[in-house]
């Protein structure tokens, strides 16, 4: 493919959205729409990307901090066409193909951005890119042959009743070579409904020249764009969906497939299972043979083999389950790794926590590390056995094969091998039940007696 270069127009208000945010950065699987176009060109391996913005540049710039992206400002904003002009200093000096498209329109592949790439020659000038969705609502059309050769293109606004019923509508993404693409731009003209230089006129410009303009056509799933938090919503179910598909082809099984929702990086192995209602953010690694039960949320956590999680389990960023190793109902981990084969079986929360293979952990444990100020570490040796409702006082080491009893409130280290038993001595006063018992009861009926002589006055 011949070098090339990505223009893509943020300028837009998005007034729709109702937000402080900027519209391109809202999350789609938990990762900004721009971010996406952005990762799926960078398998072109562009030689520069410019985002032109405008309304709340600042969010953009700081976005794009650590990406070779160059921001360019479009203010006032004049239409589209305005708009992919203020990229042209950026791309100075640059000889190839520039593509420009909205930023709003986030699942745009590589593969069709290499096939209009490919469209264009010594014959073809541009290329544009156009869909046929099931309603064209108020779609540009394109006006092209069966060959897909573009005799007009034109916005809704200004489209008679013949060009309306054309069904191949414009998505906004067009590809031209650097020698025409600023050329075209500069002879764009606003004479239409909405005063504004629009961008599908590069095309119209270059056919008035008696140049060649070719559609490539897609699926409307991949060039809609988003423009409120309807549609938001909408692309989210869509981007799921295609996951859960690409999931299952590489062999993970899900027993209720649309109630489990994955994060752009989720990665999964082989046999994987995943039951109903599981919620995957960003930053987890699942290992072959892992088992995902209902209603648990796992965020910056990494699953060894064998390992089984849930049902309503958080991991937290920093959890680590090592092959084999298993939490059970209601148990929470945060920085906390769980060693080969060890157990969390129920209500526990292990924090900043590190507990060797073959541990096993009661219920109602929790690791104390936070003391206000600090957090601290617990170390729990291999083998050892936490009682249930037992408080681990961090910081704090506990023994391999060492045992603490149940109840215990520990805040020293526990040896290897060692018993830890810390509970008030029980006191025992035989008969004092059934005297309380007898007291209260007789209290309880005077009370009752008195209230009725009242009432009889």
């Known amino acids: 493919m011949n070098k090339f270069a990505a223009v893509i127009l943020a300028a837009g208000k998005g007034t729709r959205m109702k937000s402080d945010l900027h519209k391109v950065l809202h999350p789609?699987?938990?990762?900004?729409?721009?971010?996406?176009?952005?990762?799926?060109?960078?398998?072109?391996?562009?030689?520069?990307?410019?985002?032109?913005?405008?309304?709340?540049?600042?969010?953009?710039?700081?976005?794009?901090?650590?990406?070779?992206?160059?921001?360019?400002?479009?203010?006032?904003?004049?239409?589209?066409?305005?708009?992919?002009?203020?990229?042209k200093d950026a791309l100075s000096g640059f000889e190839g193909l520039v593509m420009v498209c909205f930023g709003d329109c986030p699942m745009v592949k590589a593969e069709t951005v290499r096939k209009l790439c490919d469209a264009v020659d010594d014959a073809t000038k541009v290329a544009v890119l156009g869909f046929r969705p099931a309603d064209t609502l108020a779609y540009g059309r394109i006006i092209a042959s069966d060959d897909g050769i573009v005799s007009k293109m034109v916005e809704h606004k200004d489209a008679n009743?013949?060009?309306?019923?054309?069904?191949?509508?414009?998505?906004?993404?067009?590809?031209?070579?650097?020698?025409?693409?600023?050329?075209?731009?500069?002879?764009?003209?606003?004479?239409?409904?909405?005063?504004?230089?629009?961008?599908?006129?590069?095309?119209?410009?270059?056919?008035?020249?008696?140049?060649?303009?070719?559609?490539?056509?897609?699926?409307?799933?991949?060039?809609?764009?988003?423009?409120?938090?309807?549609?938001?919503?909408?692309?989210?179910?869509?981007?799921?969906?295609?996951?859960?598909?690409?999931?299952?082809?590489?062999?993970?099984?899900?027993?209720?497939?649309?109630?489990?929702?994955?994060?752009?990086?989720?990665?999964?192995?082989?046999?994987?299972?995943?039951?109903?209602?599981?919620?995957?953010?960003?930053?987890?690694?699942?290992?072959?043979?892992?088992?995902?039960?209902?209603?648990?949320?796992?965020e910056g956590a990494t699953l060894g083999e064998h390992t089984s999680v849930g049902p309503y389990a958080r991991l937290r960023p920093g959890a680590v389950l090592e092959e084999g190793a298993f939490i059970g109902n209601f148990v929470e981990m945060k920085k906390a790794t769980l060693g080969k084969g060890a157990k969390a079986s129920h209500l526990t929360y292990l924090g900043d926590a590190t507990v060797g293979a073959g541990a096993n952990i009661g219920a109602g444990t929790i690791t104390c590390n936070y003391d206000g100020y600090f957090k601290h570490q617990t170390t729990i040796g291999e083998r050892a056995f936490i009682g249930s409702n037992s408080a681990l006082i961090a910081p704090v080491n506990i023994g391999a094969d060492a045992i603490v009893a149940a109840g215990s409130a520990v805040s020293r280290d526990v040896a290897a091998g060692e018993l830890r038993m810390v509970r008030a001595e029980q006191m025992v006063k035989p008969g004092w039940a059934d005297r309380f018992h007898d007291t209260m009861k007789k209290k309880k009926a005077a009370q009752k007696s008195a209230a009725k002589k009242d009432s009889q006055k």
């Open 161 to 298: 009743e013949d060009e309306r019923a054309c069904d191949l509508c414009n998505s906004g993404v067009i590809i031209a070579h650097s020698k025409d693409i600023w050329r075209l731009l500069d002879g764009v003209g606003n004479d239409n409904a909405q005063g504004e230089y629009y961008l599908p006129d590069v095309a119209t410009k270059a056919i008035a020249e008696g140049s060649k303009v070719v559609a490539v056509e897609t699926s409307p799933d991949e060039v809609a764009g988003i423009n409120s938090r309807a549609e938001l919503a909408q692309a989210e179910a869509q981007w799921q969906q295609f996951r859960r598909e690409e999931a299952m082809a590489a062999g993970v099984s899900m027993k209720a497939p649309d109630t489990v929702f994955f994060s752009w990086d989720t990665e999964l192995g082989r046999d994987v299972t995943i039951e109903p209602h599981v919620v995957f953010g960003p930053g987890v690694k699942v290992a072959d043979h892992a088992l995902i039960r209902s209603f648990s949320h796992l």
């Open 28 to 87: 789609i699987g938990g990762k900004p729409m721009l971010f996406h176009l952005l990762d799926s060109f960078e398998e072109l391996s562009p030689e520069h990307t410019v985002v032109v913005a405008g309304d709340r540049h600042e969010q953009l710039r700081d976005a794009v901090t650590d990406r070779n992206v160059t921001v360019a400002l479009q203010e006032p904003q004049l239409g589209t066409a305005h708009a992919a002009l203020m990229a």
